[in-house]
């Protein structure tokens, strides 16, 4: 599964923190993230992730480019309880939308991203490989 990771940056650390915890969960799957949120996971985890551009600098609509074209299987983004400017919030509502139209689970706290992340584990979103244009079943047929 292609997991997408976006952190804002007063909940890096907690994303960091998160993907620690949840490292071999995470280390099952194909992971992304923006440029610095991936450098931090990276370094504290040793997990690989592809890092797009920065955030600000087009990152987040990377992500919702590959939202929309269904190559995202779950996104997880711990972000500000109250957007700092309109751009941001501008941003935050396309990704969201994306998701909402392509049936692609999302966490926006740690409690949600526990739930997400567990059921990852437990197979549960397994009906996303069917979805997904790049994921292994669809390579193979």
């Not at 504290?44 to 480019?65: D, W």
């Not at 983004?77 to 751009?87: G, I, K, L």
Request: net charge negative.
């Amino acid at each position: 599964m292609e997991i997408a990771l976006l952190a804002n940056d007063s909940k890096k650390e907690l994303m960091v923190q998160f993907c620690i915890a949840y490292c071999g969960v995470l280390a099952k799957h194909r992971l992304c993230a923006t440029k610095s949120t991936g450098s931090m996971i990276y370094e504290a985890t040793g997990l690989r992730v592809e890092q797009l551009l920065p955030g600000g600098q087009g990152g987040a609509q990377q992500l919702t480019s590959r939202i929309a074209f269904n190559e995202i299987d779950a996104l997880i983004y711990f972000r500000e309880s109250t957007p700092q400017d309109y751009e941001h919030t501008m941003s935050d509502d396309a990704l969201i939308r994306a998701c909402d139209s392509n049936n692609i689970p999302v966490a926006t706290n740690i409690g949600t991203a526990e739930v997400l992340v567990t059921a990852l584990d437990r197979g549960d979103l397994d009906w996303r490989e069917f979805v997904n244009p790049n994921s292994d079943y669809n390579r193979k047929h």
